[in-house]
């Protein structure tokens, strides 16, 4: 222990450094935690949908018919806005939603979220990330 406070003593910037940047880390992450971070890998949406989540694609019917998530539902964003009738009765189960790139499925999340469904999720880089990770679509 005498040794930390020596090393402590004779290198101030160092220890400055190092409290500074557990400082950063902490604020980093209790803004996540905050903000209600809602995305998931590819790999934690695999896990998801084996437990029995609802896939929710909320790209256009025209991309949904070129290849989708197994049992995904095309629901389109404007119907989630105003409460669809798909997932109304759905606020216990698991809910992840998907797109082209991540960017819509995000604020589908963030819509369901805010209309009461806590375990709403996005799948990080959408269908793309999905297709980069190898994983298979049907259509």
């Not at 400082?23 to 971070?37: H, M, N, T």
């Not at 256009?60 to 629901?75: L, Q, S, W, Y």
């Not at 939603?97 to 963030?110: E, M, P, Q, T, Y």
């Not at 979220?113 to 793309?128: C, E, M, Q, T």
């Amino acid at each position: 222990m005498n040794d930390l406070i020596q090393f402590a003593n004779h290198h101030p910037l160092m220890l400055g450094a190092l409290v500074a940047s557990g400082i950063v880390v902490l604020f980093y992450e209790l803004r996540l935690r905050a903000s209600g971070v809602t995305h998931v890998s590819a790999a934690d949406a695999v896990r998801l949908i084996n437990r029995g989540a609802l896939v929710i694609d909320v790209r256009k019917p025209t991309d949904f018919e070129t290849g989708h998530i197994v049992n995904a539902r095309n629901v389109d964003l404007d119907k989630i806005q105003r409460g669809d009738e798909t997932i109304a009765k759905k606020k216990d189960k698991i809910l992840l939603a998907v797109c082209d790139n991540g960017g819509l499925s995000g604020k589908a999340a963030g819509l369901l979220r805010k209309a009461g469904y806590p375990n709403a999720f996005s799948l990080r880089g959408g269908i793309v990330g999905w297709r980069a990770d190898n994983l298979p679509l049907v259509k």
